[in-house]
Nanobody, 114 residues
Framework: QVRLVESGGGLVQPGGSLRLSCAAS????????MSWYRQAPGKERERVAI???????NYADSVKGRFTISRDNAKNTVSLQMNSLNLEDTAVYYC????????WGKGTLVTVSS
């Protein structure tokens, strides 16, 4: 079955960087777009970035120029490099894929705090 496991979250100071990873299994990874979402306390879940099977990317305006999504089809992983983090980036970050239906990972918490 489809499984998504996020890792790499943690506590970081404003201006710092983190790299999130999502290990995928149970489907032909290279054939599907992968995306990262986040949900901040008291807010709705929002899409942060998406990468298509062909490698095209799209970002939320709030993270453009700071975050980079990438994929490694040999390792079935999708990553999110996050730079210049600010307080508003604090959220649980989720990996998502649509394979017939939407699948989510359990999320990884990113806390930006001084």
């Amino acid at each position: 079955q489809v499984r998504l496991v996020e890792s790499g979250g943690g506590l970081v100071q404003p201006g710092g960087s983190l790299r999130l990873s999502c290990a995928a299994s149970g489907f032909t990874f290279s054939s599907y777009a992968m995306s990262w979402y986040r949900q901040a306390p008291g807010k709705e879940r929002e899409r942060v970035a998406i990468i298509t099977s062909g490698g095209s990317t799209n970002y939320a305006d709030s993270v453009k120029g700071r975050f980079t999504i990438s994929r490694d089809n040999a390792k079935n992983t999708v990553s999110l490099q996050m730079n210049s983090l600010n307080l508003e980036d604090t959220a649980v970050y989720y990996c998502r894929v649509l394979v017939g239906k939407v699948y989510w990972g359990k999320g990884t918490l990113v806390t930006v705090s001084s």
